[in-house]
């Protein structure tokens, strides 16, 4: 039965997948070596033979034939080895087979267990060296089991993959069976456990590697993406540049009525992409990052210090965006933050801090935060975006939409 059991471990060692010969045949040896050394005390005079093929071992116990012995390990009696009629002097080697038996059921256990444990490793090792050389890279897999923190996804190994749900496009959600994909973001090894594998779907270049599946162009290396930045489910811009001049690098990843770009806009869950070509010049980026909108003139501080685009109050919520959604990615895209401010056309409009006695001067930083710095910029819009956009309270909006008003209502 113990040897059975034995067998059973070797064969499971043998067929498994990603080693190769020279290592198997070196921790097969070790582990039977290792228990050698716990029985005999010594595993250095032992020979052992290992058939791959046939998933077996012999071992033979090799013993200076001697006319007294003082090592039992080492050393054999002539007598004793001639007692069956056998020619051997005294100085010659001595071979005996070792029946596994010898190593008795709790020798036979701890082989088992020991092999096994090497098993483990070896697969933990395979594992982590697989996907560590795969950080970067597109991942397709089927979603196991989902809880609220992260999905479990199995690739088609039933290796184990998680989805945080800090990776995951806010408001997407999965079900057991789901085909689901990803690039791999990370490969830890904590404690000695299986790898954990990290997935991201909110990362920049997995948008990156999306439009590498997509365009031809890009895969080739005709066009490079210069830079991604994103607002994952909301917004994404990505600048590319073509090395060819013959290549409208925009119409390449767009493709002919879209054809290229639906896809990857479908993956990300209908995410708003929008691809500009990249320049050096910081001035026509952020042109090229808000159009449509129209800006005026550009005002580029110091290093520390923000940029203020100034824009025609009707050019204002498009170069803003959604929830300041455009502004702050444009910012991400060259690296600064970026104010938009209105121009002052009308001359029946007043400027905010002309309500410096009626409203707090916080407030009207904050309004002036988003774009709006005279009454009517402010009045142009809703209270409820206002109240989103600032960050204000809905009753403090309230009061400032009664305060302008009434300018107004007076003029």
Request: charged share 30%; glycine share 6%; proline share 2%.
């Amino acid at each position: 039965m113990e040897k059975t059991e034995l067998k059973d471990a070797f064969s499971e060692f043998k067929n498994l997948k990603n080693i190769d010969r020279p290592t198997m045949m070196g921790v097969l040896e070790d582990v039977f070596r290792t228990q050698l050394a716990k029985t005999y005390g010594s595993a250095d005079n032992f020979d052992i033979i290992i058939n791959i093929d046939k998933g077996d071992c012999e071992i033979y116990w090799n013993r200076e034939v001697v006319e007294e012995v003082e090592d039992p390990n080492t050393q054999i009696s002539i007598s004793e080895v001639n007692q069956d009629d056998d020619d051997y002097e005294i100085g010659e080697t001595f071979a005996t087979k070792v029946d596994m038996k010898s190593f008795g059921r709790r020798g036979i256990l701890n082989l088992r267990q020991n092999l096994q444990g090497r098993i483990m490793d070896i697969e933990k090792a395979n594992l982590y060296n697989k996907y560590s050389g795969m950080i970067g890279e597109i991942f397709t897999g089927e979603v196991y089991q989902t809880w609220s923190k992260e999905a479990l996804i199995l690739d088609e190994d039933g290796n184990e993959l998680r989805l945080p749900k800090s990776e995951q496009i806010p408001g997407e959600h999965f079900k057991k069976n789901d085909t689901v994909k990803a690039i791999i973001k990370s490969v830890e090894m904590k404690n000695n456990t299986t790898p954990y594998i990290v997935l991201s779907r909110t990362s920049n270049e997995f948008l990156e590697k999306l439009f590498e599946q997509e365009v031809p162009e890009i895969y080739d290396g005709l066009i490079t993406i210069k830079k991604v930045v994103r607002v994952p489910g909301e917004r994404a811009k990505v600048a590319v540049e073509s090395y060819d001049e013959r290549i409208d690098p925009i119409g390449a990843c767009i493709g002919v009525k879209g054809a290229r770009i639906i896809g990857i806009v479908r993956e990300l869950r209908n995410e708003n992409i929008d691809v500009l070509q990249w320049t050096n010049n910081t001035q026509l980026l952020i042109q090229r990052a808000l159009n449509p909108a129209k800006i005026s003139s550009i005002v580029i501080g110091g290093e520390d210090e923000k940029i203020k685009v100034y824009m025609h109050p009707d050019e204002v919520k498009k170069g803003i965006g959604k929830g300041g959604c455009n502004i702050k990615l444009a910012g991400m895209l060259v690296g600064k933050e970026i104010e938009v401010w209105r121009e002052q056309e009308e001359e029946d409009d007043v400027l905010l801090s002309e309500f410096s006695n009626e409203i707090d001067q916080w407030i009207i930083d904050k309004l002036q935060s988003i774009g709006c710095d005279t009454a009517k910029s402010v009045l142009a819009c809703t209270q409820a975006d206002i109240a989103k956009r600032a960050d204000l309270e809905d009753e403090t909006v309230a009061e400032i939409f009664n305060v302008l008003s009434a300018e107004f209502d007076e003029d």
